[in-house]
């Protein structure tokens, strides 16, 4: 652990009594003594408070808001240019397979784009915007800055009694705010499946900020176990995991984020890594599985389309305990024969085969302010 | 009780050996949400892979403390998994058991020396 970089907030994890484990190069909470349970329960229920610093925080500028939106869409199939001023999407590096390097928020801020990267990925994400947009886009990380997010019911709450313009932002706003003094950056967004907010804050003002924070009405500070759960039930992707340098957007089910402007056909179609194949209609694709038992199928795990049949049609990427849903949730990739809902599968653990079904993705409705 | 090297404890009771893990090993694991329990009348060797447990966070398994054969198993486990995390000393036990060799017993830890394992 001694070689894991911290996070500002690395002493106060500490101190909240968080079990510290490494991820990503990290010394990282992955839960507290309420215990990844009732951390899950307590995010879908009050509100979840994140350290997720270990993100890469990153500001690409330009000559102008254009030159730089341009630029960043040689690098990935979303539209860029027509993002409004204070927005945030979602979207993802390809690679010349069409595979996805690693997946992102970007957010404009004036002339300004802001992107959030995976910490497993964020060296090679920042060398290759550098190599690819520099000299005439500058690239800079924000290693001195901290990101929290609030997540949950009561997120609203929690922020805007700090700065009641939180309570005006809706889903995917991005927006600066005042909160006990300190100036942030905040969206309207996360990675639970529910409201809530992600808070750029200078590291020096880090722990403070989320001292009070922790101090509003049913605020609690939630670990990387119960992150994990509450994600996978929201259907969403865990890079590394369920997309990777192999998986297409379109295998990856995550056409929905590749607006029309950059699909075959649009006004600015292609002009990406990769763009030949990452759309392309795919033999295999992610769904949601819904073991039919209590036993978790958990990542690796083979699945087959009979109980007695040779060779599998595919397999669990990511899957675990899902407390709300209150049993067992995966999401995996099946040969497309098999990707209908409710389509039974098999999914083998342990030497037996067990049923599994085909599941629509969320397993827990989205609780976004739209 | 006595314990082993695998978190595991035993009492006995009415000649049988009564099996469960311990605290220690429940605060490890995490909340338990699903277990897989052996059939009565298995026979089992010291170290079989007898118990499946899963926690949020993994896998794990419950292996034979001793040579013997499984005589009862706590079916309320199945359905409530938590449990374990409740009462893991108390009403959470796993399975009761023969013991073939009771020699085997004798190497394994008392209280004491368990608390000195897991300090």
Not at chain 1, 303 to 325: K, L, M, N, Q, R
Request: aromatic share 6%; proline share 6%.
């Amino acid at each position: 652990m001694s070689d894991d970089l911290r996070t500002p907030l690395y002493d106060l994890h500490v101190e909240l009594g968080a079990k510290m484990v490494p991820f990503a190069g990290y010394a990282m909470p992955v839960q507290y003594p309420m215990g990844v349970m009732g951390e899950h329960n307590h995010t879908r229920t009050a509100a979840g408070l994140f350290d997720v610093s270990h993100m890469g925080q990153v500001i690409l500028s330009g000559a102008s808001w254009d030159a730089v939106a341009q630029a960043f869409e040689t690098l990935v199939p979303q539209d860029v240019l027509g993002l409004g001023d204070g927005r945030q999407r979602y979207g993802f590096f390809t690679n010349d397979a069409g595979g996805i390097e690693d997946d992102l928020m970007f957010a404009r801020r004036g002339d300004d784009l802001l992107v959030v990267v995976n910490a497993a990925c964020k060296g090679a994400d920042i060398a290759r915007m550098k190599a690819a947009l520099a000299p005439s886009v500058t690239v800079t990380e924000l290693a001195d800055r901290a990101l929290v997010a609030v997540q949950g019911p009561g997120a609203e709450a929690a922020v805007a009694a700090l700065d009641a313009r939180a309570a005006d932002m809706r889903f995917m706003d991005v927006a600066d705010l005042t909160l006990d003094g300190v100036d942030v950056w905040a969206s309207r967004s996360g990675y639970t499946g529910e409201d809530g907010y992600e808070i750029s804050v200078p590291a020096a003002d880090a722990e403070a900020l989320v001292r009070t924070l922790l101090a509003q009405d049913g605020v609690a500070p939630i670990g990387l176990g119960a992150r994990d759960s509450l994600r996978l039930e929201a259907g969403l992707c865990l890079y590394g995991h369920d997309i990777n340098t192999t998986t297409t957007p379109a295998e990856g089910t995550l056409m929905w984020a590749v607006q029309k402007v950059r699909r075959p056909g649009g006004d600015r179609a292609g002009g990406f890594p990769g763009a030949d194949k990452a759309l392309e209609t795919p033999a295999r694709k992610r769904v949601g599985l819904l073991p039919e038992g209590r036993a978790p199928m958990r990542e690796g795990v083979a699945i087959y389309a009979s109980e007695t049949a040779t060779d599998p049609v595919g397999h669990v990427t990511s899957g675990g305990f899902g407390p709300t849903v209150g049993g067992p949730v995966a999401m995996g990739y099946v040969n497309v024969d098999h990707t209908s809902t409710g389509t039974p599968l098999w999914g083998e653990v342990r030497g037996k085969r067990m049923p599994v079904q085909v599941a629509a993705l969320p397993f827990v409705p989205a609780n976004f302010k739209r | 009780m006595i314990f082993t090297e695998e978190h595991e404890w035993l009492r006995e009771e009415d000649g049988e050996m009564v099996v469960g893990i311990t605290i220690h090993a429940a605060e490890q694991l995490g909340d338990v949400v699903f277990v897989e329990l052996p059939e009565v009348g298995t026979t089992v060797s010291k170290d079989d892979e007898i118990v499946v447990i899963e926690s949020v966070k993994a896998a794990s398994d419950i292996l034979a403390p001793v040579d013997g054969e499984i005589t009862e198993v706590n079916e309320t486990l199945v359905d409530n998994p938590g449990k374990v995390n409740d009462d893991p000393q108390g009403e959470a036990w796993f399975f009761k058991m023969t013991v073939s060799d009771p020699s085997q017993l004798e190497e394994l830890m008392d209280e004491a020396a368990y608390q000195k394992f897991i300090a």
